[in-house]
């Protein structure tokens, strides 16, 4: 017994010297715990105020009204092109960022619960606020012409843009983060006015729009082919710019035809006006690997590189190119190699859109002006 306590006693002192070193080390654990999470707090509010000092902007005196400038949006046909126009309806002169490149659309076809929401990529929208300030005075406006569907190019977005459909436009930085403001106060000039990110146009409903009616085809009475390149191509340069182009035997019968690049074409209208893109070499002589045969119903896809057919100065600018292709087989017949083959000339009804980035040319921004009085 007396053996049995004396060999207990040492597991005790042991249990405590333990336990002790235990606390030591838990109280050591919980004051780093707290220290980091000072330093945390610390770290986080240090982040929160870089932050504010980031994006904070001077607060106008609480008194100050906001500014009478309005946005109108002028859009006589759905699909452009349309005009915005930004009025000086108040006492004083303002600094205005004058660019209908900050222009977001919303496009609320009829029937819809939603808007579609239409504004240029990134690239495409000014990068130098300041290289387009103009001062507008009071009774004073600010005018410029744009295409809309450069912004609503694609998907629903293009489709809505149809009879019926409200369009509310907006110029400036949506949202509430970081950004320029549209329209400031100058310095000096009294009284002030609280800035404005963006302005605000109201609603206006799309009216009809009546199409010119283009030629299917040349050379027969029943059209027995179709030309089809409906759709869009987003390209950042020339380079870029890939057509695809159906061809489609709507005839009874089966057709041979040389559907070629040297027998293919675009009429483009483009920020330079109209032009016709072809390629830069005649139809070769004729062999029999050149053509195509078709059944009825029967159809057969190219992607033409329209690079390689638009020269001179047809893509030198950025912005929105219609493309109507056409196919010419006038002069590339097949009677030389002793069978037929469909002779004339086919357009595509339906157009394609190129969305062209950057031009092969730099763009040549003249600074904005103000509407004549």
Not at 101 to 124: F, Q
Not at 228 to 235: F, I, L
Request: hydrophobic share 40%.
């Amino acid at each position: 017994m007396t053996a049995y306590r004396h060999l207990a006693r040492p597991r005790s002192d042991h249990n405590k010297t333990w336990f002790a070193t235990a606390g030591f080390v838990l109280a050591l654990t919980l004051h780093g715990a707290a220290r980091a999470g000072e330093g945390a707090a610390a770290a986080s509010a240090a982040h929160s105020a870089r932050r504010r000092a980031r994006t904070m902007t001077p607060d106008p005196p609480a008194s100050a009204p906001e500014t009478d400038v309005r946005l109108i949006l002028d859009a006589p046909t759905p699909r452009g092109p349309w005009t915005l126009r930004v009025v000086n309806d108040g006492a004083v002169p303002v600094r205005l960022v004058a660019d209908a490149r900050l222009l977001t659309l919303e496009v609320t076809p009829r029937g819809a619960r939603r808007a579609e929401r239409c504004e240029l990529p990134p690239d495409m929208r000014t990068g130098d606020p300041a290289g387009r300030s103009l001062v507008l005075p009071p009774n004073r406006a600010y005018v410029e012409t744009f295409e809309p569907r450069l912004y609503c190019f694609s998907g629903r977005a293009l489709a809505a843009l149809a009879p019926t459909s409200i369009v509310v436009a907006h110029l400036g930085w949506m949202g509430r983060g970081q950004g320029e403001w549209e329209v400031t106060p100058i310095d000096g000039v009294d009284p002030t006015f609280s800035p404005r990110k963006r302005l605000d146009a109201p609603p206006i409903v799309l009216g009809d729009e009546q199409f010119p009616a283009r030629t299917a085809s040349e050379g027969s009475e029943v059209p027995r082919l179709a030309l089809e390149a409906s759709g869009t191509v987003d390209a950042d340069s020339p380079d870029d710019i890939a057509v695809p182009v159906t061809l489609r035997n709507a005839g009874p019968r089966p057709l041979f035809v040389r559907f070629r690049p040297d027998t293919v074409g675009f009429d483009i209208i483009g920020p330079s006006g109209l032009h016709r893109c072809s390629w830069p070499t005649l139809p070769a002589a004729p062999t029999p690997e050149l053509f195509v045969r078709l059944l009825p119903g029967a159809r057969t896809q190219m992607t033409f590189a329209m690079g390689a057919f638009c020269g001179g100065d047809s893509l030198d600018q950025e912005g929105l190119f219609v493309v109507h292709p056409w196919l010419d087989t006038r002069a590339a017949g097949a009677q030389s190699i002793g069978f037929t083959a469909f002779t004339g000339r086919v357009e595509a009804i339906a157009p394609a859109f190129v969305r062209l980035h950057r031009g092969r040319q730099a763009p040549v921004r003249t600074p904005p002006q103000l509407a004549p009085p």
